[in-house]
Every structure is written in structure tokens, then in C-alpha cells.
């Protein structure tokens, strides 16, 4: 596994405690398909949330969100309606949330954002 998948899985597993305490139910997570893959797949009082969870241990490239474009945004809605399509019994309200997390050299958590309901 590469130096940035780790970092990738580190996130996620940091991503989905953070929700979960926040009380997200995680209902899914890596689903994959043509457009790309859901990190997680989640539900906040009624409403289908697909969350991206960004890691980073340097802002050499800026801060975690920061990657997230109107084109990656777009990726992950088409991901998120082909998800829904296989789960018909879901509820059809949904959004998009980021999850930006920036860790320290040893993998530490130094500060982690919630961004609710981004937009395209």
C-alpha cells in the first residue's frame, strides 16, 4: 500500500469516529463505480450524506479541501445517484459533506473540519 492510500485509510477510519460521535450512521463505505468511489456513505437525521475525507500530513499543498473542485464535487453526486439507485429503500433527500482532516508527520490528528452540505 503507498504512502498516500495509507494516509487515505488513516482518514477514513479517523473520519468515520468523528461522525459517528457526532451521531452520522455510516451505512456504507469505499463504494466504487464509473464515476469514482464514496468514501463513506452515511445518514444524518433522515437525509443520505456522501461524505469525501480528505488527509493530509503537510500544507505544503495547502489545507485538505482545498482538493475538492467543482469537478471532483460533480464525480462524487454521479457516484452518489448510482448509489441510490441500488437503495431504493433509502430516503431521497441527500447531500454532500467533506471531511477535512490534517495530521502531523506521526500520523496525529492536529485539527479536523466539517464541511456540511457542499455545493457545486
Known amino acids: ?60 499543498f495547502g489545507s485538505p479541501e482545498t482538493s475538492i473542485t467543482p469537478a471532483k464535487l460533480d464525480r462524487i453526486q454521479c457516484a452518489g445517484l448510482m448509489w441510490l439507485q441500488g437503495h431504493p429503500d433509502m430516503p431521497d433527500d441527500w447531500r454532500i459533506d467533506v471531511v477535512a482532516i490534517q495530521l502531523d508527520r506521526e500520523k496525529t490528528v492536529q485539527d479536523i473540519q466539517h464541511f456540511v452540505s457542499v455545493y457545486l
Open 1 to 60: 500500500m503507498t504512502y498516500q492510500r495509507q494516509i487515505g485509510a488513516l482518514g477514513e477510519k479517523i473520519a468515520r469516529g468523528y461522525l459517528e460521535r457526532k451521531g452520522y450512521q455510516i451505512i456504507d463505505q469505499n463504494f466504487s463505480s464509473r464515476f469514482g468511489e464514496l468514501d463513506l456513505v452515511a445518514l444524518d437525521s433522515g437525509i443520505v450524506v456522501f461524505v469525501e475525507v480528505k488527509a493530509r500530513t503537510s500544507a505544503a
